[in-house]
Structure formats: structure tokens, C-alpha cells
């Protein structure tokens, strides 16, 4: 028996409460690589979280540099970055290369990997 159109709308509504996704990131502006570049590649550093909880200050320089120091240390790991065709990509330390896609979603950004999975929430670098 098929569903109503109520009942699409009911189960759709009931699909996104149940994710725990708020609707505002149905609605998330991606950025484009100059965006990303324009407001995150100044040198000044910002907070990284992961869904988890895992904080880490990033400081993206414009010369393609990159430092990440978890919270509560005071070493950190060195990396480099570039911008994409879609977003931007990062290497840290002796790893391989991975690339991310942001987009703005209300105060924060979020980053996502090539499958679509939010890996990190952004907030806009501070002034030194």
C-alpha cells in the first residue's frame, strides 16, 4: 500500500529529527576553494572540533604551511595544505594527502570527507 503524502512528509520530518542534524544544515553554504582560502589561509589559528569532542587549534598560513596542536598540548604536528578544484586537501606529518570540502552552517563550518561524512566543525580564526 503506498504512503500518503502526509505520510512522506511524516516519516521525512521524523528521518531528520531522529539524524540529530538540526535543518540548518540542510540549508549549509558550500565554500569555494578562494573562500576557504580568503578566511581560514591567514595565518592565524582556530579551533577544529571532531564529532567526538577532540579539539585542535589549526593555523593554516598562506604559503601552504600548517600546524595542529590537540588541546591541552603544546606540541605540534606540522602538515601542508593546498586548495582543490572542490575545497581544499591537507598532509600531515609523513601521512598521505586527504581533501575536505567546507561549507558554512550558522556560525561554524563543517568539513566534510569525499563521502559526504562531517569530520570537523570549524569556527572563523581569532586575531592574534
Same mark, same amino acid.
Given at each position: *500500500?503506498?504512503?500518503?503524502r502526509l505520510g512522506v512528509l511524516y516519516l521525512?520530518?521524523? &528521518?531528520? =529529527?531522529?539524524?540529530?542534524? +538540526?535543518?540548518? &544544515?540542510?540549508?549549509?553554504e558550500k565554500l569555494a576553494p578562494s573562500e576557504?582560502?580568503?578566511?581560514?589561509? !591567514?595565518?592565524?589559528?582556530?579551533?577544529? @572540533?571532531?564529532?567526538?569532542?577532540?579539539?585542535?587549534?589549526? @593555523?593554516?598560513?598562506?604559503?601552504?604551511?600548517? @600546524?595542529?596542536? +590537540?588541546?591541552?598540548?603544546?606540541?605540534?604536528?606540522? /602538515? %601542508?595544505?593546498?586548495?582543490?578544484?572542490? /575545497? #581544499?586537501?591537507?598532509?600531515?606529518?609523513?601521512?598521505?594527502?586527504?581533501? #575536505?570540502?567546507?561549507? %558554512? &552552517?550558522?556560525?561554524? #563550518?563543517?568539513? *566534510?570527507?569525499?563521502?559526504? =561524512? !562531517? !569530520?570537523?566543525?570549524?569556527?572563523? +580564526?581569532? &586575531? %592574534?
Open positions: *500500500m503506498p504512503l500518503s521525512s520530518i521524523t &528521518a531528520v =529529527l531522529l539524524s540529530g542534524v +538540526p535543518a540548518v &544544515a540542510a540549508a549549509a576557504i582560502q580568503k578566511i581560514f589561509a !591567514v595565518g592565524k589559528p582556530f579551533a577544529a @572540533t571532531a564529532p567526538s569532542g577532540k579539539a585542535v587549534t589549526i @593555523t593554516l598560513n598562506p604559503d601552504g604551511s600548517a @600546524t595542529a596542536v +590537540p588541546k591541552g598540548k603544546k606540541k605540534s604536528t606540522r /602538515g %601542508k595544505w593546498r586548495v582543490s578544484d572542490t /575545497g #581544499y586537501c591537507t598532509t600531515w606529518g609523513k601521512g598521505s594527502e586527504h581533501c #575536505y570540502i567546507v561549507r %558554512k &552552517a550558522g556560525e561554524q #563550518y563543517e568539513v *566534510m570527507n569525499q563521502r559526504g =561524512l !562531517v !569530520v570537523a566543525r570549524w569556527n572563523t +580564526p581569532q &586575531a %592574534k
